[in-house]
């Protein structure tokens, strides 16, 4: 088999192209929700703590700038991104459960001939003993 073969078949797997729809969409989402943190949240915690800028807020050490407000909102970023995919993914698991158990129960008509078999039985049941 070519190298080319084998890129191909390895592109074309089917969980290759979900990985990078997932790439995409998590880098969208990230942006989302970096927005949502920079234009939304932080400002209402600035608000909150006096009208301060906390990504903006530094201390020096030295030579060194210690930039812990950009850190905070990262931390606050990851927070929000964790939380949204958590309940994503509690969702998602709720779904599957739910169909899950619709596959297991009998349809009518499973129903119907459970019935017409116990019924056959009883008729034909005493026969053969």
């Known amino acids: 088999m070519s190298f080319l073969q084998e890129f191909k078949q390895f592109a074309v797997k089917g969980n290759v192209i979900d990985l990078a729809v997932a790439v995409v969409i998590g ?39 210690v930039k812990w407000g950009e850190f905070l909102q990262s931390v606050i970023d990851f927070t929000i991104i964790s939380f949204c995919i958590f309940i994503a993914v509690k969702g998602i698991s709720l779904l599957r459960k739910k169909e899950e158990k619709q596959e297991t129960l009998p349809t009518r008509e499973e129903i119907l001939l459970a019935e017409i078999r116990d019924l056959l039985k009883e008729k034909t049941g005493p026969q053969r003993e």
């Open 27 to 65: 880098a969208a989402f990230g942006k989302i929700v970096s927005s949502l943190v920079q234009g939304i949240i932080m400002p209402l915690i600035g608000l909150l703590l006096g009208g301060i800028n906390v990504a903006d807020k530094t201390f020096t050490v030295g030579a060194a700038v």
